[in-house]
Antibody, heavy 118, light 107 residues
Framework: EVQVLESGGGLEQPGGSLRLSCAAS????????MSWVRQAPGKGLEWVST????????YYADSVKGRFTISRDNSKNTLYLQMKSVRAEDTAVYYC???????????WGQGTLVTVSS | EIVLTQSPVTLSLSPGERATLSCRAS??????LAWYQQKPGQAPRLLIY???NRATGIPARFSGSGSGTDFTLTISSLEPEDFAVYYC?????????FGQGTRVEIK
């Protein structure tokens, strides 16, 4: 069974940093692109970033470019999102999703809440 | 950036009725369009991919159609568990984009 499980969310002050992790199982992790999608409270879905299976192809939404870095460790079946210079508008549930590179978002985690507030 | 516009924003229907949801793209996405269902407190779930293919385990009452810029998700006969928010999404271009969602609520 395909599973992805996010962790690392919490409360952070504006300008601070946070690293999200996503542990994957049930599929050959290195052969799948992986993505982060977020959802602000009461709002719709917003794609954040995607990384190819090998890790060399990365894509970002303009809203996070230069502040967030997506990466992966295929030896640990884990996806990361390093968040720097966070802003109040980054407050959202962050979902890890299998796919997004050349496939659809086919398996989603339960999400981890990031709150940016002083 | 490809903008996806969904209509209506809210659809009020009764169980057993047919639901028709629309998604319009600001430029052609060919058939690179998917539909997701999201229930309160849950992650989204892939329903339809490549405009018209049902994802694994999705009931036959869900169907998708369209290509280019105009797409439709149809639920032939609403079941109680179908009342949720539905999003369309394109992967024709970067950035990947979602529509703003259509809420299907019980009338």
């Amino acid at each position: 069974e395909v599973q992805v499980l996010e962790s690392g969310g919490g409360l952070e002050q504006p300008g601070g940093s946070l690293r999200l992790s996503c542990a994957a199982s049930g599929f050959t992790f290195s052969t799948y692109g992986m993505s982060w999608v977020r959802q602000a409270p009461g709002k719709g879905l917003e794609w954040v970033s995607t990384i190819g299976g090998g890790g060399s192809s990365v894509y970002y939404a303009d809203s996070v470019k230069g502040r967030f870095t997506i990466s992966r460790d295929n030896s640990k079946n884990t996806l990361y999102l390093q968040m720097k210079s966070v802003r109040a508008e980054d407050t959202a549930v962050y979902y890890c999703a299998q796919g997004g590179y050349n496939l659809w978002f086919d398996a989603w985690g339960q999400g981890t809440l990031v709150t940016v507030s002083s | 950036e490809i903008v996806l516009t969904q209509s209506p924003v809210t659809l009020s229907l009764s169980p057993g009725e047919r639901a028709t949801l629309s998604c319009r793209a600001s430029q052609s996405v060919s058939n690179y369009l998917a539909w997701y269902q999201q229930k309160p407190g849950q992650a989204p779930r892939l329903l339809i991919y490549d405009a018209s293919n049902r994802a694994t385990g999705i009931p036959a009452r869900f169907s998708g159609s369209g290509s280019g810029t105009d797409f439709t998700l149809t639920i032939s006969s609403l079941e109680p568990e179908d009342f949720a928010v539905y999003y369309c999404q394109q992967r024709s271009n970067w950035p990947r984009t979602f529509g703003q969602g259509t809420r299907v609520e019980i009338k």
